[in-house]
């Protein structure tokens, strides 16, 4: 590659569009879809990378997908309903459903409070909010104020939620949450508020008002989508692009130093550049040992305390008959004179998670 | 000759991870020490080294080979910050890019982002679909695509949420968490062009859905445009199958746009005349003004520049006055090559231009250097790139201005690290 000095940037491209010596790269034009430059492919060179420029017309590999195959991957939810199931659910079966396998991580209500994603509150007002001072309240981002389409909501819930099980709600589940979680966020359907008797389908989710859907630029809609991407992008004041070169006694509104209020300093591993050997190889341990030996042992090693013991297996067949979730929910929450995460309240849900996995896993 | 007593001398410090502050200026005395007695013997040259006297491993002891045992500490790291809960399914890993030599990131080290945990695909099972408003749609498997000629570009990948941290003032006192949210390689794949233009697309279908096939079914709306210019099907990153972590075995690479588009563990591309409006690209992945407005399908990673060396990880507390020392940093832009970078001493006043050095690459990190004698003197050092379409990276007010503080995403402001007059280096920024 050779060093092109930008004090000649004008004369060396054009020394490079022209060409007749030998040239090391393809010619580059500023015409990209986001305001940036394309490469062409031409006289064997992609920018300066070599390339093989015989032709690969003809060359075809793989096959035509079934129409089954393409059914049962053509799945996507549009806006305009495309896509949408056969199937139907209500607000209150929502509701059920949500409170069994959502609320763990989404909240009561989807308000969120334990650190998963919060899917209902706040206001469209919120979203002008702008933090520049400490104590100041966040924009709030939630379906309810921010999403532009509720395909999107079933779409996404079908195929990715619950986390930990993916793909294992119905249709009629799905029509019932997404009408839950729009509830929940107070969204109209054909101008009224819906109510617990309300039933979600195909058949009326064209009414449903998502109260943002203006609220995002540039328009992407309609034939002139792209084009509006590429008008957008034309002109750099648009993203921030406002950078100027300037080199001496250069002006920036008064700004001065700011320093680090409080540092961030929760990392694993935790920070080090030291160059050293590591004692002993802990990564065959189950992640969850750590944790229950430095929270949970006091009580747990035996069942003195009237905890289930690490190793009884009659113990934790018990306590296992409440099934998984409950019992998570006890251990965070805290269960007779089990105190909530074991009295450690820095645990997060997962490390929770991780402890109990083997506390139960360890009792077999 | 002497007689040297085989006795090894090198002592291996066992690691307690103490504060890496308060090891390197330990280490700062004991350097000063040692050339402050200038007839003292090191024993390191007198004595014979352990590894000069014992046999070493056999050669294949590692199959695979591994870095060096004393490279432990040169690893991702994460946070809860950047995650929910602390669940570490849905959460960003950071490459430790105060470690990072030259423009490739080895494949153990390249950040990585997952919404459902990192899949663990069979590619004998791995399929891959292209359909929609297509004449020919087609089912391909892992080796199918190897079947087409095969291409290798040096591309950075950068996650738009790379210094999200930072919007409202400096919270993480690293480099590695500053801007690790990227990294860049060695691509090997197929144009997706090569593959298409016997496919027949309809002119009418402007948008492709890209979709991956791992828990969450990451998906994204993007311009055919994109698809039909440099985009690639990449099956291998510096000469190897990709990492689980990057998409095994196959992703999607749109070289210079966010890192989220080029979505991994690929399933089907689909083609279509309307934009999908998947959760990626409205309920994240959209940066918020402080209009209320948000910027949605904000493609390019804008020109950007750190300075790796110093920072706060690798700070100048060995230095002594009248030192000569290189200062580099890495630049980069989603829009084509970086034309430029000036240095600042001042916090932003005066500005120097910078060398690069290495290759200057389309979309690609590049290096730039600088050579300064140290003064033990307090600095404000910053870096400010310039891009092939002349886009010079913002100060934080400028960016603060069009934007504000609530955009997550995009952040490519200019970044000042403060150098303490003994030489230790913190994360600051010029703001009013």
Redesign the interface.
């Known amino acids: 590659?050779f060093?092109c000095d930008?004090k000649f940037?004008a004369t060396s491209v054009a020394a490079l569009v022209l060409g007749s010596t030998p040239v090391f790269a393809s010619s580059?034009k500023?015409n990209?879809?986001?305001?940036?430059?394309?490469?062409s492919r031409d006289r064997g060179m992609?920018?300066?990378?070599n390339?093989?420029e015989q032709d690969?017309?003809?060359?075809?590999?793989?096959?035509?997908?079934t129409a089954n195959?393409?059914k049962a991957?053509?799945t996507?939810i549009?806006?305009?309903g495309t896509g949408l199931p056969e199937g139907k659910g209500s607000v209150e079966e929502g509701d059920e459903i949500y409170e069994e396998q959502c609320g763990v991580?989404h909240g009561d209500f989807g308000a969120g409070g334990?650190?998963?994603?919060t899917l209902s509150g706040g206001s469209?007002d919120s979203?002008?909010?702008?933090?520049?001072a400490p104590g100041m309240d966040?924009?709030k981002?939630t379906?309810g104020t921010?999403?532009?389409?509720a395909?999107?909501l079933i779409?996404?819930i079908r195929?990715?939620m619950p986390?930990a099980h993916?793909k294992s709600l119905s249709n009629d589940e799905i029509y019932a949450l997404t009408a839950y979680l729009l509830a929940a966020n107070e969204i109209k359907v054909d101008g009224k508020e819906m109510d617990d008797d309300f039933v979600l389908s195909k058949d009326n989710f064209s009414k449903i008002k998502m109260p943002n859907e203006d609220?995002?630029?540039?328009n992407?809609?309609g034939?002139d989508?792209?084009e509006n991407?590429r008008k957008?992008?034309k002109d750099?004041?648009?993203?921030?692009?406002?950078?100027?070169?300037?080199?001496?006694?250069?002006k920036?509104?008064?700004?001065?130093?700011?320093?680090?209020?409080i540092?961030?300093k929760?990392?694993?591993?935790?920070?080090?550049?030291?160059?050293?050997?590591?004692?002993v190889d802990n990564s065959n341990a189950h992640p969850g040992k750590a944790g229950y030996e430095a929270n949970c042992a006091v009580c747990h090693a035996t069942d003195k305390m009237g905890a289930p013991a690490l190793g009884s297996k009659s113990d934790w067949d018990k306590v296992m008959e409440k099934g998984t979730t409950k019992v998570m929910m006890n251990a965070i929450n805290g269960v007779g004179s089990m105190p909530p995460k074991g009295g450690n309240s820095d645990l997060?849900?997962?490390?929770m998670q991780m402890i109990v996995d083997y506390m139960i896993s360890n009792s077999k | 000759m002497t007689k040297i007593s085989k006795a090894s001398n090198t002592e291996?410090?066992?690691?307690t991870?103490?504060?890496?502050f308060r090891?390197?200026a330990a280490y700062s005395v004991s350097a000063i020490a040692a050339t402050s007695i200038l007839s003292a013997d090191d024993e390191n040259i007198t004595h014979h080294s352990k590894w000069g006297t014992t046999l070493g491993d056999e050669l294949n002891k590692n199959p695979y080979g591994l870095p060096s045992?004393?490279?432990?500490?040169n690893?991702r790291?994460?946070?809860?910050?950047l995650s929910?809960?602390?669940?570490?399914?849905?959460a960003i890993s950071l490459t430790p890019l105060?470690?990072q030599e030259g423009i490739i990131t080895p494949n153990g080290l390249f950040f990585t982002r997952t919404?459902?945990g990192v899949a663990q695909i069979d590619p004998n099972k791995f399929r891959f679909?292209i359909?929609?408003m297509i004449e020919?749609?087609?089912?391909?498997?892992l080796e199918?695509?190897k079947?087409?000629?095969s291409?290798?570009?040096i591309h950075f990948l950068e996650c738009p949420s790379n210094g999200a941290?930072e919007w409202?003032?400096?919270?993480?006192?690293?480099l590695q968490?500053v801007k690790g949210m990227m990294s860049c390689t060695e691509w090997t794949g197929v144009r997706l062009k090569?593959i298409l233009?016997?496919l027949g697309v309809d002119p009418?279908a402007?948008?492709c859905?890209v979709?991956g096939q791992d828990?969450?079914?990451m998906?994204r709306?993007v311009?055919?445009?994109?698809i039909m210019?440099?985009a690639m099907l990449v099956y291998a990153m510096n000469g190897e199958a990709l990492r689980a972590e990057q998409g095994y075995p196959l992703r999607l690479l749109l070289p210079?746009?966010e890192a989220n588009l080029c979505v991994k563990w690929l399933?089907?591309l689909?083609f279509g005349?309307?934009?999908?409006?998947?959760?990626e690209e409205?309920?994240k992945y959209?940066t918020?003004t402080?209009?209320?407005?948000?910027?949605?399908?904000?493609?390019?990673l804008?020109?950007n520049s750190i300075i790796t060396s110093p920072c706060p990880?690798?700070p100048w507390t060995s230095l002594k006055k009248g030192d000569m020392i290189e200062i580099q940093g890495l630049a980069w832009?989603?829009?084509?090559?970086i034309?430029?970078v000036?240095i600042s001493f001042d916090?932003?006043?005066?500005?120097?231009e910078a060398n690069?050095k290495g290759?200057?690459?389309?979309k690609s990190w590049t290096r730039f250097s600088y050579i300064y004698k140290y003064e033990g003197k307090p600095l404000?050092l910053a870096s400010?790139a310039?891009d092939?379409?002349k886009?010079?990276?913002?100060?934080?007010?400028?960016?603060k201005?069009?934007?504000?503080?609530?955009g997550v995403y995009?952040r490519?402001s200019?970044c000042?690290w403060?150098v303490k007059e003994n030489g230790e280096v913190?994360?600051?920024?010029?703001?009013?």
Request: proline share 7%.
């Open positions: 590659m060093k930008h940037i580059a500023k990209a879809l986001d305001g940036g430059m394309t490469y992609y920018s300066v990378y390339i093989n690969t017309k003809g060359m075809n590999h793989g096959r035509t997908p195959e393409l991957w053509d996507d549009m806006p305009d991580c334990v650190g998963y994603p469209m979203l002008t909010n702008q933090r520049t966040a924009p981002r379906i921010y999403w532009p389409q395909s999107t779409w996404y195929d990715a986390y993916p609220g995002f630029y540039p992407i809609n034939k989508g792209v991407v957008f992008f750099g004041k648009n993203y921030g692009a406002v950078g100027k070169r300037c080199m001496k006694n250069c920036d509104d008064n700004a001065t130093v700011m320093r680090i209020g540092e961030m929760d990392v694993n591993p935790a920070y080090s550049t030291v160059r050293d050997l590591v004692p997060t849900e997962w490390q | 291996i410090v066992q690691s991870r103490r504060d890496f090891k390197t045992p004393y490279e432990h500490n690893v790291r994460t946070t809860p910050l929910s809960a602390g669940d570490m399914h849905a105060h470690e919404h459902n679909m359909h929609g020919k749609p087609i089912v391909l498997t199918d695509i079947k087409y000629p291409e290798s570009v941290a409202k003032g400096p919270q993480f006192n690293s968490f090569t233009d016997d009418k402007i948008w859905l979709e828990g969450s079914e998906s709306t311009p055919t445009e994109k210019d440099d210079g746009w399933k089907r689909e005349d309307k934009p999908w409006y998947c959760k409205t309920s959209t918020l402080a209009s209320g407005k948000a910027i949605q399908h904000f493609y390019p804008e020109v990880e690798k832009s989603g829009h084509g090559k034309k430029l000036d916090g932003g006043k005066n500005w120097v690069l290759l200057v690459l389309p404000l400010r310039m092939e379409i886009n010079v990276q913002p100060t934080v007010n400028q960016e201005k069009i934007i504000g503080v609530e995009h490519n200019i000042t403060e913190h994360n600051v920024q010029m703001r009013s």
